[in-house]
């Protein structure tokens, strides 16, 4: 399986981006999906996660309100919705196929990663 995030890119603090996870090679559409963030000089922290039918979903407490995770249920494709944004938000998002239907808020949870997509928020 591979996963690939994209729609990353330069935003002025206060905008919106949506990013963009495809799967390939096997289907993911039963498996739970999480967004990560990595800023520089930081670990890899669990943003946003969805189950595999979109209808349970996580945020941690400094997006909500803010992103919205969503899925076409029977589709490869994840999305997240990110308003609002602030320079704080700026880092590399990575898409990744947790283990089970559900998700998990631990990286050990997630079996496929894609590669990352850039997001820079500028002031």
């Known amino acids: 399986v591979q996963l690939q995030a994209f729609g990353g890119g330069l935003v002025q603090a206060g905008g919106s981006l949506k990013l963009s996870c495809a799967a390939s090679?096997?289907?993911?559409?039963?498996?739970?999906v999480g967004w990560f963030r990595q800023a520089p000089g930081k670990e890899r922290e669990l943003v946003a996660a969805?189950?595999?039918?979109?209808?349970?979903?996580y945020y941690a407490n400094y997006v909500k309100g803010r992103f919205t995770c969503s899925r076409v249920k029977g589709k490869n494709m994840v999305y997240l919705q990110m308003s609002s944004l602030q320079t704080e938000d700026t880092a590399v998002y990575y898409c990744a196929a947790s283990r089970t239907a559900t998700y998990s808020r631990s990286t050990e949870g997630y079996i496929y990663w894609g590669q990352g997509t850039l997001v820079t928020v500028s002031s």
């Open positions: 090679g096997r289907t993911t559409s039963n498996n739970g």
């Open positions: 969805i189950n595999w039918s979109g209808d349970i979903t």
